[in-house]
């Protein structure tokens, strides 16, 4: 089956500090591969995608590679902001003839940014 | 559009109750999900549909949680009777996909509490 492992939080940097969020997954067939985030009260919003091996996915400064030799999909920013502080979601999703099915999610990891 | 509608946005309840959660998808996407996210287990697939149809229930955790979705606009999930572990975020979510890589819309989620 589908499964995807994020590392464990709470993550607390200080306001312009390097950002690693680890992620592996394990998957049948060809995923695609996701982070989600989701700031306190609110629903899940994608943050970026890739779709195929070596694909960058970016967005506000954000970034990941999908890896597929490496089985990983780490997210990264060079300069965290407060206002980046909020729970991360690594997911994968996969298409299984059928159609596509609902994406499976690591566990979250609460990122806390300090001024 | 306003995205996914989910309604209540609280629900307290008694054990033993029943409980009922409402979603309106985004109009025209054909794929609609139930998540429950807790802090123990993270985010777990509950239930997918696909043109209101159910097409993985492997997720419900037993009898007394049951999904419909009568139309294109509009899905319940349903708890009967209630019981305490079922205190959690309970999420919507919709998307229109033909393949996987497709991005998921979640609504604001129903905080549920069962005394």
């Known amino acids: 089956g589908n499964s995807v492992t994020q590392m464990e939080g709470p993550v607390t940097l200080s306001e312009e500090a390097f950002l690693t969020i680890n992620c592996t997954y394990t998957?049948?067939?060809?995923?695609?591969l996701f982070w989600y985030v989701q700031y306190p009260g609110e629903g899940l919003q994608l943050l970026l995608k890739a779709t195929k091996a070596d694909d960058k996915g970016s967005n506000k400064g954000f970034e990941a590679t999908y890896r597929k030799e490496t089985t990983s999909f780490h997210l990264e920013k060079g300069s965290v902001q407060v206002s980046d502080s909020a729970v991360y979601f690594c997911a994968l999703r996969t298409y299984s003839g059928g159609g596509a099915d609902g994406l499976t999610f690591g566990k979250g990891t609460h990122l806390i940014i300090q001024p | 559009d306003a995205g996914v509608i989910q309604s209540p946005r609280h629900e307290v309840t008694e054990m033993g109750q029943e409980v009922t959660l409402r979603c309106k998808p985004i109009s025209g996407h054909d794929y609609l999900f139930w998540y429950r996210q807790t802090m123990m287990r993270g985010l777990e697939l509950l239930i997918y549909f696909n043109n209101n149809v159910p097409i993985d229930d492997s997720g419900m955790p037993e009898d007394r949680f049951s999904a419909k979705m009568p139309n294109a606009s509009f899905s319940t999930l349903k708890i009967q009777p209630s019981e305490p572990r079922d205190s959690a975020v309970y999420f919507c979510a919709s998307s229109f996909s033909r393949t996987n890589n497709e991005k998921l819309f979640f609504g604001s989620g129903t905080q549920l509490s069962v005394l």
């Open positions: 998957a049948t067939g060809y995923p695609s």
